[in-house]
């Protein structure tokens, strides 16, 4: 597609459920990272896919958090047993190999209640 | 962890006048790059600087860098009220991956 989508845009959840949000990067992108923006904060990194591996997946939280991509395109950020601390932004971005061109997506808005 | 800061916080001028934020960062970097984000959804990217660069243009933005204080500012020139958002740098270390780490932002209001 011609921008970075991620879905859904919003999701409101229960304390304890389990919650998964997708990023579709742009085509042809091998490079793809997640971020989590809580309000009145920047971006925070959570891990870094370079193809269908994680490259570096030092900000993840805890180990309620994991994400995947199988085949190098569509990641899926999945978090166990949610907390009302997890309630933030999640963004996602991709940009080719070795660029520092990074494209954004929308971001998913988690709220858990 | 974030490693930038910017300054001021918040901003508020009229349209017409130009508008400075600053940042800091603490460790050595490959670039620094400013983005733009409205009603804390999507990041646009603004401009990269190189950390051999000093500073860079793009139409009415202009930003500098001063590596020997671990510094930058953004400028918005002849601001409109449509410039109204947060600003935020982020910045690539030199070891790692190309990971970004961004600072806390400066939210910008711009009045007609």
């Known amino acids: 597609g011609a921008g970075v989508s991620q879905t859904p845009s919003n999701k409101v959840t229960e304390k304890g459920k389990y919650v998964e949000l997708r990023c579709d990067p742009i085509?042809?992108?091998?490079?793809l990272y997640w971020y989590r923006q809580s309000l009145g904060q920047g971006p925070e990194f959570l891990i870094y896919f370079q193809g269908t591996g994680a490259a570096d997946d030092s900000g993840l939280p805890n180990d309620r958090f994991f994400a995947v991509r199988p085949e190098g395109s569509v990641s899926t950020l999945k978090i166990q047993r949610t907390e009302r601390g997890d309630s933030a932004v999640y963004l996602c971005a991709s940009s080719p190999t070795g660029s520092n061109g990074y494209t954004f997506g929308s971001g998913t808005r988690l709220t858990v209640v | 962890s974030q490693q930038g800061e910017e300054d001021p916080q918040a901003l508020s001028i009229q349209e017409g006048e130009n508008a400075t934020m600053n940042c800091s960062y603490k460790t050595s970097i490959n670039n620094l790059q400013w983005y733009r984000q409205n009603s804390g959804r999507g990041l646009v990217h603004l401009i990269l600087?190189?950390?051999?660069?000093r500073e860079k243009h793009s139409g009415r933005l202009r930003v500098t860098l001063d590596t020997s204080k671990k510094s930058s500012s953004l400028l918005i020139t002849a601001s409109r009220a449509a410039d109204t958002a947060s600003y935020f740098c982020?910045?690539?270390?030199?070891?790692?991956?190309?990971?970004?780490?961004f600072g806390k932002g400066t939210m910008l209001l711009v009045s007609p």
């Open positions: 600087i190189r950390s051999n660069e």
């Open positions: 982020a910045t690539v270390h030199t070891t790692g991956y190309s990971t970004l780490t």
């Open positions: 085509s042809g992108h091998t490079a």
